[in-house]
Nanobody
Framework: QVQLVESGGGLVQAGGSLRLSCAAS????????MGWFRQAPGKERDFVSA????????YYSDSVKGRFNMSRDNAKNTVYLQMNSLKPEDTAVYLC??????????????????????WGQGTQVTVSS
């Protein structure tokens, strides 16, 4: 069983920055591709970013490209989401997801929630105008 715990959310003014973390309790973290999604009240879970198991490939939604940066530290079983130039429309609960992959899927960065098998509880990000 994979457990994911997000942290780092909070209240920030527009234009500010936050860094989210997602810690995974797994035997071999590099067996998993990781993704960040966000969900506002009454809305669907939207893709934010994904990172391949090695960290060599990342993929971002158009809405965050150039502002957000996703990274991972396989030695610490943790992925990060550095969020800069935050906007009020970035307000949501941010969740990380994990999907087990094979080592041959080095560039695989899924962007739909249905492709992820495990989820954390999420961390709230609120951006005030």
């Amino acid at each position: 069983q994979v457990q994911l715990v997000e942290s780092g959310g909070g209240l920030v003014q527009a234009g500010g920055s936050l860094r989210l973390s997602c810690a995974a309790s797994v035997r071999t973290f590099s067996d998993y591709v990781m993704g960040w999604f966000r969900q506002a009240p009454g809305k669907e879970r939207d893709f934010v970013s994904a990172i391949s198991w090695s960290g060599g490939s990342t993929y971002y939604s158009d809405s965050v490209k150039g502002r957000f940066n996703m990274s991972r530290d396989n030695a610490k079983n943790t992925v990060y989401l550095q969020m800069n130039s935050l906007k009020p429309e970035d307000t949501a609960v941010y969740l990380c997801g994990a999907e087990r992959v094979s080592s041959s899927q080095n560039y695989y960065t899924p962007n739909t929630p249905y492709e992820y098998d495990y989820w954390g509880q999420g961390t709230q990000v609120t951006v005030s105008s």
